[in-house]
Every structure is written in structure tokens, then in C-alpha cells.
């Protein structure tokens, strides 16, 4: 998923949405947009509604991130490659996207050098919002992550269930529960 910031996103959006999202579809609560083990070379926007990234291990889902209202959506490795990817893509409650094929997005973006130079960007920070995950999971303990998040993100605890945070966070919904208490 990318999470842009405001300004980049406005700026995305401004530049693209007439041109190459085409189509816009609803998702039912808990319905799948992509399942696990497809391939994807789609861009979601979501207009509206919340989802969740997750991958699955011996039947135990882990989320990896999550989406809602302005975040644009894609199942990078299978965007990138034509890959099947491990990545299930789902509406945490009624979600409206506007979608864009992979094609109409990559003309957009070699049509221009600032368009080029925008994705460049975009790629940017989620390497960074990635690295920043990565570190949260390996050095800190559940009541830091739980921080780093809140200040982060505060939004996300007004739109996504705790039980989801908590599974996002790694830990179980009462100790999550317990934290947010503290």
C-alpha cells in the first residue's frame, strides 16, 4: 500500500484521476478485493471505506497495513513483476475505489519527467514508511509500537477496529487494550 503524504497525494490525484482511473467499483464489508495467490496489476484509490493488507501463514493471518479514505492501494510485488503475489487485499467495512489499469498509470508516469520524477517520490517514502515498519517490529517492545503508531497515525484508531490494530501490531487485543489504558 502507499501512504503518500497529503501534499504528494493532492498532487497525484490533481494529475491523474481524469486520465487513468476508469473505473470505479464498491466492495461489501469483509469482501476481497485480491485474494492471496492471484496476480494484480491494478492501482486502487479509495474514495471511501477502510481495508487491510494481509498475509497468511499455516492459516494465521498477519496484517501488514492498512487503507482508507485518499490512500492508493496496490499489490506492489504482483504490480511490479506480473507475480502472483502473497498478499490478500480485503474491506475491513463498504469500501468505493476507483481503479486504474497498470498500463494507463505507467504512460501517465514516463509521459513527463515531474511525472517520473512524482512516482520516484511515492517509491521513496514507501521504502521509508516500509523501513520504519521494519524497525518497529525488530527493536521495540508492544507499549512503543503502540506509541510510534498513535503518533504516527492517530487517524487509524478512529477508523480501523482495535482487533485489526492489535494483529498490525503483533500483539493480542487485550494487551493492546491493556497499553491503550496505560
Known sequence: ??????????????????????KEISFRRNEYIKMNGSID?????IKKGSIKISIFQEDHEQIIRFGYDGDLIVAMDSFIHGSYSDYAIQAIKKTDMLIAEKED?????????????????ILEQLGLQQLERERDLLLDSPKNRYERLIKRNPRLFQLIPNKHIANYLRMSPETLSRISKS
Do not use: A, G, V
Open 105 to 121: 498509470f505507467m504512460n501517465f508516469i514516463y509521459s513527463t519527467s515531474e511525472n517520473t520524477n512524482l512516482y520516484i517520490t
Open 41 to 45: 496489476s491494478k492501482i486502487y484509490f
Open 1 to 22: 500500500m502507499i501512504q503518500l503524504n497529503p501534499t504528494c497525494m493532492h498532487k497525484l490525484l490533481d494529475l491523474i484521476s481524469p486520465r487513468i482511473f476508469k
